[in-house]
């Protein structure tokens, strides 16, 4: 769309990639809003680094990092 910021349908599942080293950083599970403005603030990646029976938190990188 070019002049619009990419919509939850666009991003969701998306692979998100650290541009300073390559390393995979996981899938986007959900987007964080600024309520002010609906801009999107930060992605929210599922975190699979926990032990079983134990709740996931999820991975927040900030939409402008």
Known sequence: NGHFPPTF???CGKEVICTC???RLGYVNDLEF???TGCICALLLPDNKHFPFQE???SRYAWND
């Open 9 to 11: 349908k666009e991003l």
């Open 21 to 23: 080293d390559g390393a």
């Open 34 to 36: 600024d309520e002010k």
């Open 56 to 58: 996931s938190q999820d």
